[in-house]
């Protein structure tokens, strides 16, 4: 029913829009135009993005915690349009950086100066595209609560919801200062800020809270992060061994998974120890049902 509801793999749409989408379509289309851009400009078909999940590591999953209380865990992103978006401005800033002479000792750490016209755009784009990737988690995660109820045959009491960002920048204030505060592979963790820490395809998830550790600007660590790089892995293990890995969850068994087995990522559980002083650990979750795009 997941994969009915959701369009999963990469380069895959929704036909048509939901209610529910086209009312967040139009938010996002305000925002653009308010922002003085058009989204279209850089992918035709955004707005029948809205709503998809893409592939990697993205997922849903349907987990228990030590209560089996029933968590609905979703694991996505500004999709295409947010890569598009991403790619135009990390040309700005190569194309900014060359026109200024600008010595680099890799192109990639090109820049763009605040109070620049060009860094000003980058952010209005930036922060749209931020924005698409919470309401597409937004409106996935309401398709997959849909099917949920229609499974029970009853409606989900939704006790709490978290949705929060991991690749992203923002205004934040430490150390006496406003300064622009780009997390990548990290989640905030103010205080008292509810947040998500995943593992992998098959092992244990983490619902937390944040510390508000000074010294890691309130910040915390998205997930286990990977052990083996994708090739590496599909030459390293077997699709038995993903089936091993996966026992007692419900996933679709196929050998596009195999650089997602769990044994590819780090151990979760080592990463949390880890992150002690950044998080108190809410819930410890286990899942039941994995759901990937290829």
Known sequence: AIERAIPLSAGNNNRSLTDSARTRVE???DDAAAAGFDPASYLKGWRLQLGTLGSGNHFIEVSLDEEDSVWLFLHSGSRGVGNKIAQQHIWAAQNYCGK????????????????????????????WAQKFALLNREEMMDRVIGCFSDWTGEAVQERERINCH????????????????????????????????????????????????????NSAP??????????????????EQLRKAMKGIEFRDT??????????????DAVMADAKDLVTVKHVLRQIVNVKGN
């Open 100 to 127: 200024r002479s600008i010595d680099l000792p890799d192109r990639d750490l090109a820049y763009l100066e605040e109070g620049t016209e060009e860094f000003d755009r980058y952010i209005a784009e930036l922060m």
């Open 27 to 29: 938010e996002l289309s």
């Open 255 to 268: 050998p596009a998974f195999i650089d997602e087995i769990p044994a590819a990522y780090k151990d979760i």
């Open 166 to 217: 991991h690749n992203y920048t923002e205004v934040e204030h430490h150390y006496g200062k406003d300064v622009w505060l780009s997390r990548k592979g990290a989640i905030d963790a103010s205080p008292g800020r509810p947040g998500l820490i995943p593992g992998s395809m098959g092992t244990a998830s983490y619902v937390v809270e944040g510390k508000g550790y000074a010294p890691s600007l």
């Open 222 to 239: 998205h997930g286990a992060g990977r052990e083996y790089s994708r090739t590496k892995a599909r030459k390293t293990f077997s699709q």
